[in-house]
């Protein structure tokens, strides 16, 4: 480790994060703070007119050698594939020529090194994709970065590579090579060394955990943000509680597009699973879904529609949430994905159930009784706990028969029947009735009523009908009452 010289050039006046920046790369290498130091010389003197380019070769040398020494990990060198390929189609064009008598002198390529010359470039193409691969792989080791969610590392190893390559470009001058004749423009530079600077600091500084809040608070009170207001998001998300914090504040839709295009959306938090213990964790992005919902519900739907199955139902809730604010159109969408994912069929004590009811009711009253119905089928259905086998007995009484019970909880079933199906009994009254009763004989089914289990008990728990009304509240009753009340419905019509 290299302690910063006290010797160090006073002619300009540093910033504070210029300062920190400069001591920890002496703690890496003094030539690391020494290539950042030449940098800042002749960024902020500007005395050499060839000041751009030399800025722009310190950079890059930077970017490509400082993921090196944050982790213990090899890059591969830099590559100028741009300038390998003017090579390539300079000997291409001398060999045309040669070929067809154009041009008298042989060229010192003939065509079978041109192509294994092309086929080099292929090869390192791949490597360049490799380098990306392996800055990856030194940010998710990172101290500090490797807990963030991995579409915040992606993100900050690809604004690293775009720095590399853009500055890579100034290095070779390529406008004047192009004959462009518009030059850089300096402000345009200026914002491109800032922002390789903030980057730069947000990597190596562990900073107090409220300064990059304070930054988060200044990117959420903008009400139209840019790509640059983005990566500055990025940036300051050098914890997972910065993450946690942006997507609890933000309420504004403008920003959506923007972290779409970074893929926040594609990663749901996953239950954590320790031993026999299970917990699931919210997930800062489909919250924020659900608060905007009414504002852009066809992209959000389209989020929802993309994201991956997972079996955290804290984020089937905020999906269900989400739905409920959008116009039925896009709500009805919903339901596929209940369906096809069974949503409902979790074994844990959630509050879906009762907002996929009220989805099913928001869906009826809006005259969709096709998509609502299949929502009350699955909400009205039964499954059946493990028969109980009696050890000290023997022969039909030796087992206790399985229960039905309703495949969310029995309590939340009654209260849809009797609160939540009220359109589809006016609206469907033959095809509600019919979906009560095929639900209620899977239950008889279940108990096996007229099977190894003694016979039919029926006559014992409910030897009139209307004692329903009056029952235990288990998943039979349930059904029972919706049954009756179906019938009232239909016969006062």
């Known amino acids: ?25 002496s703690k890496y290498d003094k030539r ?36 090196s ?16 390929l003017r090579n390539l189609g300079n000997e291409w064009e001398r060999f045309h020529q040669w070929f067809h008598g154009e041009s008298g002198s042989e060229p010192s390529s003939n065509f079978q090194e041109i192509v294994e010359e092309l086929n080099a470039i292929f090869n390192l193409l791949g490597n360049m994709d490799s380098q990306r691969d392996i800055l990856l792989e030194a940010f ?34 390529y406008r004047i090579r192009n004959r462009t004749e518009n030059g850089l423009d300096e402000r345009e530079f200026e914002q491109q060394v800032l922002r390789f600077e903030d980057l730069v600091y947000r990597i190596l500084i562990l900073e107090p955990f409220f300064e990059p809040v304070e930054a988060i608070d200044q990117l959420l009170a903008i009400e139209d943000p840019t790509e640059r207001d983005s990566d500055a998001l990025i940036r300051s998300m050098s914890d997972l509680e910065h993450h946690r914090y942006f997507f609890d ?31 699931f964790p919210f997930w800062p992005e489909s919250r924020f879904l659900a608060r905007i919902a009414d504002q852009k519900p066809q992209e959000i739907m389209q989020i929802i529609k993309g994201c991956p199955d997972t079996d955290n139902p804290n984020i089937h809730e905020d999906f269900a949430d989400a739905a409920l604010k959008m116009p039925v159109i896009q709500a009805a969408q919903l339901v596929d994905l209940v369906e096809r994912y069974k949503w409902l069929e979790t074994p844990y004590h959630t509050l879906l159930p009762s907002i ?27 499954r059946g706990t493990e028969p109980i086998r009696l ?28 609160k939540k199906s009220n359109d589809l009994m006016a609206k469907a009254p033959a095809k509600f009735l019919n979906i009560l009763c095929k639900r209620l004989a899977k239950a008889m089914r279940i108990e ?14 409910r030897p009139y009908i209307d004692h329903a009304l009056y029952g235990s509240g288990d998943a039979k009753d349930a059904l029972l009452k919706g049954i009756i009340k179906q019938i009232r419905v239909t016969g006062d019509s």
């Open 391 to 418: 050890k000290e007995k023997i022969g039909p009484m030796s087992t206790i028969p399985p229960k039905a019970k309703s495949i969310h909880n029995d309590w939340e079933l009654l209260q849809i029947v009797e």
């Open 356 to 382: 996929i009811g009220d989805l099913m009711q928001k869906l009826a009253k809006a005259n969709e009784i096709a998509v609502a119905l299949r929502l009350a089928n699955l909400l009205c259905d039964i």
């Open 448 to 461: 096996d009523i007229v099977g190894e289990y003694c016979g039919d008990f029926s006559v014992t728990w």
């Open 32 to 67: 690391l703070r020494d290539i950042y130091k030449g940098m800042l010389l002749s960024f902020l003197g500007r005395n050499n007119p060839e000041w751009i380019s030399h800025v722009s070769h310190s950079i890059r040398e930077l970017t490509s050698i400082l993921p």
């Open 140 to 173: 998710t080791r990172h101290p500090t970065r490797r807990n963030l969610p991995s579409n915040i590392r992606e993100a900050i190893v690809k604004e690293w590579i775009e720095l590399n390559r853009w500055f890579l470009r100034e290095v070779h001058h």
């Open 249 to 279: 504040k933000c309420n504004n839709p403008n920003w959506l597009p923007l972290l779409i295009k970074r893929n926040f959306f594609t990663r749901p938090t996953p239950p954590i699973r320790e031993g026999d213990q299970v917990s």
């Open 69 to 84: 020494y944050i982790v213990d990990i090899s890059l591969p060198r830099q590559i100028n594939v741009v300038e390998k």
């Open 1 to 25: 480790m290299n302690d910063l010289p006290d010797d160090i050039d006073s002619q300009f006046r540093y910033t504070d994060r210029q300062w920190k920046i400069l001591t920890e790369l």
